[in-house]
């Protein structure tokens, strides 16, 4: 009976020792990668909290008949006669 808590106490010491290991590991991980930010000389990124969206922005180009615009990748057609997009 001793034996066995002895052995379950012995476990849940090692996971709690793993746990609390693992986040020290993670804090110093995210500690590094902060200061690699902070060390950076253009600053620009933080100025725009939407920089990773801007990543996503479409060209857009002008329809040649219609003058509107549309996303160069995946236009649509306007439904005006002549539209070079299809769709
Ligand atoms: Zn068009």
Same mark, same amino acid.
Do not use: H
């Given at each position: &009976?001793?034996?066995?808590?002895?052995?379950?106490?012995?476990?849940?010491?090692?996971?709690i &020792?793993?746990?609390?290991?693992?986040?020290?590991?993670?804090?110093?991980?995210?500690?590094?990668?902060?200061? !690699?930010?902070k060390?950076?000389p253009a600053?620009?990124?933080?100025?725009?909290?939407?920089?990773?969206?801007?990543?996503?922005? !479409?060209?857009?180009? !002008?329809?040649?008949?219609?003058g509107?615009?549309?996303?160069a990748?995946?236009?649509?057609?306007?439904?005006?006669a002549?539209?070079?997009?299809?769709?």
């Amino acid at each position: &009976m001793f034996g066995f808590s002895l052995t379950k106490l012995l476990f849940t010491v090692a996971v709690i &020792m793993i746990v609390w290991y693992g986040f020290k590991w993670l804090g110093r991980v995210q500690a590094q990668r902060n200061a !690699e930010v902070k060390g950076k000389p253009a600053d620009s990124g933080r100025k725009t909290p939407r920089g990773a969206a801007t990543a996503q922005v !479409e060209d857009m180009v !002008e329809c040649a008949t219609c003058g509107s615009f549309v996303p160069a990748r995946g236009a649509t057609n306007c439904g005006q006669a002549g539209c070079p997009y299809i769709g």
